[in-house]
């Protein structure tokens, strides 16, 4: 299982991303450019203590991903373009779990190569989740289906 950024506009939600990925056990992928000055430095400093746990790959670009990624898992795309509750959906332990730029979503061209393209319902009148909170929700269900969340350590 990986989750991948398509493009973050806000620093913030790629440091609770890293947070996230790294509590998770789960890769992140962040596919550039963004909008905002990203350097090796910067995920340091966004993932905070977290840097050591944290597994992220960035990508020049769409192009670089879908090279990179090829053969790795089915293209789940999360998008408020899409029909198929994303609870309803069979998750493998390989897939790659897609979310858009805050601002924008993803281009057309993203949209025509997903394998799947999931929907996290919302009440009537309501936009859409934060990035991090529908990532937090998208993995949560993906990781239960496949039993893939970490082994807890007992206390002591």
């Known amino acids: 299982m990986r989750l991948a950024l398509f493009q973050p506009d806000i620093p913030q939600n790629l440091g609770a991303a890293i947070r996230l990925a790294a509590c998770l056990g789960v890769p992140l992928d962040v596919i550039e450019p963004c909008g905002f000055p990203l350097s090796e430095a910067a995920i340091r400093r966004a993932a905070m ?17 879908r090279a990179e990624t090829a053969g790795a898992g089915r ?23 897609l979310f ?9 061209e993203v949209h025509a190569v997903a394998d799947a393209r999931l929907l996290i319902p919302l009440t009537p009148g309501a936009r859409s989740l934060n990035l991090v909170t529908a990532a937090t929700l998208a993995l949560g269900e993906a990781l239960r289906q496949t039993n893939g969340f970490p082994t ?3 206390p002591g």
């Not at 203590?49 to 991903?65: N, P, Q, T």
């Not at 293209?75 to 779990?97: C, G, M, Q, Y």
Request: glycine letters at 6%; a negative charge.
């Open 75 to 97: 293209l789940v795309l999360f998008t408020t373009r899409a029909a198929e509750p994303f609870h309803d959906f069979s998750f493998a332990p390989s897939d790659i779990l």
């Open 152 to 154: 807890p350590v007992p």
């Open 100 to 108: 858009g730029r805050e601002s924008a979503g993803v281009p057309d």
């Open 49 to 65: 203590d977290y840097d050591a746990l944290a597994e992220v790959r960035r990508h020049a670009g769409w192009a670089s991903f």
